[in-house]
């Protein structure tokens, strides 16, 4: 089974892509083959600061191989690394209906929001199609907000194949993981960038000191009892704690006597711990940019390899001479 995702650097890793998506991929990368890439194409419809790009593709890199992606198990690459995606990409487009584009959720909601749409982001989801059909992957693990994108690649896969009656793209299943439910940010909303709402993965232990603090509660008093379930606290400490160890908060909540500036550094110290290999695992790799460039580099080869095969099978289905 070929397991592929991708995740865009398009800001620095937070509580919720880490449980809501990067903890599933690393989970996967056992399968037979599996590859995962940093999609920096896609971050170029948002981050229009190269420096600041570069600084994000580095920091997702990196945090990923510190979280656990293990290149001997799975490649890891740089979505812009493959020139095949670019090209496979323009192959679906001319074969992918407007409305289906349309309908898209992410167009649809930042065109609303009056972020002014360009093509890239309109065809956002075809770019999206070539990275997964371009190795004939089975499986996708997503979080909830990309599965219409899995059904759109669908779509356009099954277009392609009736277009030119014979099988060259395989179909692909979304994977999307229960704990994939939202993770709260510091004001109860689900934790975006797009809110300033975060808490990173690998802030320093000062300002991820400073974040948990500034986590709304209510105004419930010290002594009185409180409710650990209504708790932005409680629910993120629950992401890092045993079923004892959170039994145990929610009885100081209901006792009474405990403030929230106590509960906020249990989670703190739990997350910091929960944290606390990767994070030295992160900074060893830090100092050894070398190493982090040449995993990308093997994972963007493995993905050419296996990608050229289909690539050339894509071409030839619709009349162009093969590439190889
Ligand atoms: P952001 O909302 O910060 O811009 P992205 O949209 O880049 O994050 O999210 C990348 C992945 O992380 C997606 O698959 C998404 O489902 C997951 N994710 C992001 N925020 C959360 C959250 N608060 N709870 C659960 N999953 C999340
Ligand atoms: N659009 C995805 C996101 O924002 C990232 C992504 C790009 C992706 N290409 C992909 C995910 C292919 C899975 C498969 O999260």
Request: with cysteine; charged share 30%; proline share 4%.
């Amino acid at each position: 089974m070929k397991v592929l995702s991708g995740i865009q650097p398009t800001g620095r890793f937070h509580w919720g892509n880490y449980f809501g998506a990067i903890r599933q991929y690393i989970d996967l990368q056992s399968n037979e083959q599996a590859f995962y890439f940093i999609a920096d194409y896609h971050a170029l419809t948002t981050v229009r600061k190269p420096d600041e790009l570069k600084g994000y593709v580095k920091d997702a890199a990196l945090d990923l191989l510190a979280l656990g992606l293990d290149p001997a198990q799975a490649s890891l690459f740089r979505q812009s690394d493959v020139p095949e995606i670019p090209e496979l990409t323009w192959l679906l487009m001319t074969v992918t209906q407007m409305h289906l584009l349309e309908k898209c959720v992410s167009y649809k909601d930042k065109k609303e929001r009056g972020i002014a749409a360009d093509a890239g982001l309109f065809t956002y989801p075809v770019l999206m199609a070539a990275d997964i059909l371009l190795y004939d992957s089975d499986v996708v693990p997503v979080g909830v907000d990309q599965v219409q994108h899995i059904e759109v690649t669908r779509d356009i896969a099954q277009r392609f194949n009736r277009t030119y009656e014979v099988e060259a793209l395989k179909l692909p299943t979304a994977k999307v993981v229960e704990s994939s439910a939202k993770v709260p940010g510091l004001d109860g909303e689900k934790m975006s960038k797009s809110y300033d709402n975060t808490i990173e993965l690998f802030d320093t232990p000062k300002r991820t000191k400073k974040r948990i603090n500034s986590i709304k509660t209510d105004s419930t008093a010290v002594e009185d009892s409180k409710d650990p379930e209504s708790c932005s606290v409680f629910d993120l400490y629950k992401l890092f704690a045993t079923q004892d160890q959170q039994n145990e908060l929610a009885a100081k909540y209901r006792a009474g006597g405990m403030g929230y500036g106590e509960a906020k550094k249990t989670l703190y110290e739990a997350a910091m711990d929960y944290f606390g290999e990767a994070r030295q695992r992160r900074e060893q790799l830090e100092k050894d940019p070398d190493t982090v460039e040449d995993i990308l580099r093997q994972g963007a080869r493995q993905a050419r390899d296996v990608g050229r095969v289909v690539l050339d099978r894509v071409r030839s289905a619709c009349g162009l001479t093969a590439a190889n």
